[in-house]
């Protein structure tokens, strides 16, 4: 009998001791490895329709194109936040009255549920004010905004001709989302100026064009990202989202800007931005 219960209590211990070995090595809610390499998923989020629709699969037809004709490995999605929007991945049912800090709460929450709750990482490629949106959601994720999940693993963002300062653009000023896009406005006074990390650190590419046209360059890269790039060669807003190939008249900033020279299209440039995560 008393050896019975001596092997009873050995295995109790055995057992306890691989429980907190694994709990150790494993806890709950560990951030994933940051690592190069073209498995993540990549999420596509949209700009602001003056209509108040968006095709995601044409929006974005010409990006997730190109990572495909390259190699990507991990699944091209698209988020969405218009009633009237088709072909995305994923839909928030919303319109143009609807805050910034409304549809990153919808982002954030969409990326948590379906990824980072289960410990998956992903990249964001965001274009025009759908950068504020990724901004947004981390930032207020990160300070634990009632309504924001409290983790979210995103490793790479990149932003394409996004207001990070603002726009003066002409744009119905009746409509939330145009306020809220507008310079000095309390959501982006509400924004810190370094751009904000999610629970693995969050390395982020920012996107202008001189020729932009809707966005100011210094807005496109306003804040403090890891990497900033400038092109300077007819480039406007909308084609930072379409232009894949080709050389073009550009600049780079790490921590201080390169000379202007031929680099790559700002779709490669968002490509390899999200490949590797700590250089461009």
Known sequence: MQGLQR???LSISVLLAVVITMLTVTPAGAAPARSDGSGNRVIFVHGFAPSGKHDCADYFRSARTHFANKGWRGNL??????????NCSYNYRGDRDKSLKTVAKAFANYVYN?????NVKLDVVAHSMGGLVVRAALHHSAIGTPGFPRRLFIEDVVTLGTPHAGTDFPCQIWMQQCLDMKPGSPFLRSLPNGMPDSDMRTDWTTVSSFDDGIVPEGSGVAGSAEHEVQYDDGIGHNELRTISSGRHKSRIKHSTWSSWGNRVSPVEQARLAVL???TT
């Open 276 to 278: 590797f995560h700590s």
């Open 7 to 9: 092997r009873f209590t």
């Open 77 to 86: 999605l698209t988020f969405g936040y218009y009633s009237g929007n088709t």
């Open 114 to 118: 379906n990824y980072s709750r289960r």
